[in-house]
């Protein structure tokens, strides 16, 4: 009998906009993100009728499994897609190329590029 897998492979990385603080800086961002092969969960919450920008926003609220985000009284801040949309452009620019790229494209007739 066929078993599903587990594809989950998390990173941690830290992100460009604070790569100028030292390690061991409690200020220095970090997201976990799962840099497995894409799974049907991916495109859960994806509007087929949006743009890439928006796939790619949902798509990271998905895939970040952890980061040190916290609001102004330390509690750590929810990953979601209003979230992921505060983070800084290079932030996002950076997590977003190394979200897996599909194997197949969506039918034009399901696919908003604009």
């Given at each position: 009998?066929?078993?599903?897998?587990?594809?989950?492979?998390?990173?941690?990385?830290?992100?460009?906009?604070?790569?100028?603080?030292?390690?061991?800086?409690?200020d220095k961002a970090w997201v976990d993100l799962d840099v497995g092969p894409l799974t049907a969960n991916d495109v859960t919450y994806v509007d087929p009728s949006g743009t890439d920008v928006e796939a790619t926003f949902a798509m990271l609220a998905i895939r970040v499994k952890d980061w040190n985000y916290v609001d102004s009284q330390g509690n750590k801040l929810v990953i979601?897609?209003?979230?992921?949309?505060?983070?800084?452009?290079?932030?996002?620019?950076?997590?977003?190329?190394?979200?897996?790229?599909?194997?197949?494209?969506?039918?034009?007739?399901?696919?908003?590029?604009?």
């Open positions: 009998m066929p078993q599903l897998q587990s594809t989950e492979k998390i990173t941690r990385f830290a992100l460009p906009s604070t790569a100028h603080l030292e390690d061991n800086n409690e979601n897609v209003d979230n992921i949309r505060r983070l800084d452009m290079s932030d996002y620019a950076f997590l977003a190329e190394k979200i897996p790229k599909p194997t197949t494209e969506l039918p034009a007739d399901q696919k908003k590029t604009s």
